[in-house]
């Protein structure tokens, strides 16, 4: 269609008439004929158009796609930022992680120096070889599935130490079960060992182990034990666990005497006895009462002989007990250790 208006005839018509015709010339494209003077609308073949909306595509794909670029580049995706703060978190937890770990090595570091200069050497054991506790160690590829990640290298670092102490936690747990039985064996030597005195320390000491002229028999021979200047009954306890071997009267010697087999090698004599409250075979407790002192058998007073054997040798009893505690200390160890046993 041919708009039949010319430049001369628009500029006649009324405003709004001219503005109407004005704004319908910008919503389409006219041309002017200049030899006519008229202005001629502009149509466009149906390949020009598929041409044009093909380019507006293509432009505007380019333009989105710069668009989307850039603003990933300047600020991120929403999924990404998302990913970040997950890749951020997982970092602060393996950094915990770390710190933990760093706490469990410096036990493990102390439980060895401790095994090592104090539990082995107190119990006679042979430290551990320094191979034996790198047993299970050494190069792996068992971290290759972590590996092409991100985050990779805090990854393997954090699992190697975790395996690291793993492998260190199982080495000291083999080296403690070679330690424990020899433990409880020591613990159970100590219970039976003779290490306190058989009466109150308040008792004064009589004659100790020398060759001497026996005081009823009037001849030179050796005593073999510590006397205890004891007034007739005394208490007299059982100087270390162990196995009552004997508790009878011997018609010469100690009269009323009680023999205890600690084992490891030990055994106590008590002899002169009063009296006594044990039978042969009766297992018994450091601080048990055993008897009371007295003067039977061939002695010249009430006291209470005492003697310790080792593998069959006569031992000097003050070297098995201390006389610096008190009366009171002597007597609440005797306490505690029958509420030990009644336990």
Request: glycine share 8%; hydrophobic share 35%; net charge positive.
């Amino acid at each position: 269609m041919v708009c039949k208006i010319s430049l001369f005839n628009l500029n006649l018509l009324p405003k709004s008439l001219k503005n109407q015709i004005k704004t319908l010339i910008l919503r389409k494209k006219y041309l002017l004929d200049k030899e006519k003077l008229l202005y001629r609308q502009v149509r466009l073949s149906f390949r020009e158009k598929l041409v044009r909306i093909f380019f507006g595509l293509v432009l505007s794909l380019v333009l989105a796609t710069f668009y989307g670029i850039g603003f990933k580049n300047l600020f991120g995706s929403p999924k990404e930022k998302m990913l970040e703060a997950q890749v951020e978190e997982l970092r602060y937890k393996y950094s915990l992680l770390v710190e933990d770990f760093n706490i469990i090595d410096k036990s493990l570091v102390g439980i060895v120096g401790a095994e090592d200069n104090i539990f082995r050497p107190v119990l006679d054991m042979e430290t551990l070889t320094e191979s034996f506790r790198q047993t299970g160690a050494g190069g792996s590829k068992k971290y290759e599935e972590l590996e092409g990640y991100e985050n990779s290298a805090i990854m393997i670092s954090a699992t190697r130490y975790l395996d690291e102490l793993i492998r260190r936690t199982y080495v000291q747990s083999k080296s403690f079960e070679e330690i424990i039985p020899v433990a409880e064996d020591w613990k159970n030597r100590i219970e039976h060992i003779p290490y306190i005195r058989p009466v109150n320390v308040t008792i004064p000491l009589g004659d100790g182990i020398k060759f001497r002229n026996h005081p009823v028999l009037g001849i030179s021979r050796w005593h073999y034990g510590q006397d205890f200047s004891a007034p007739p009954g005394t208490k007299v306890y059982a100087t270390g666990s162990g196995l009552i071997t004997k508790a009878a009267w011997t018609p010469y010697g100690f009269g009323n005497r009680v023999e205890i087999n600690h084992g490891y090698g030990f055994k106590t004599i008590y002899g002169h006895l009063s009296g006594f409250n044990v039978e042969t075979g009766q297992e018994v407790q450091r601080g048990d009462l055993i008897g009371l002192s007295g003067s039977t058998g061939v002695s010249s007073g009430p006291h209470l002989h005492y003697e310790i054997h080792y593998n069959g040798k006569v031992q000097n009893p003050l070297y098995f007990f201390d006389d610096n505690i008190t009366m009171t200390e002597y007597n609440s160890m005797i306490n505690a250790l029958i509420c030990d046993t009644l336990r």
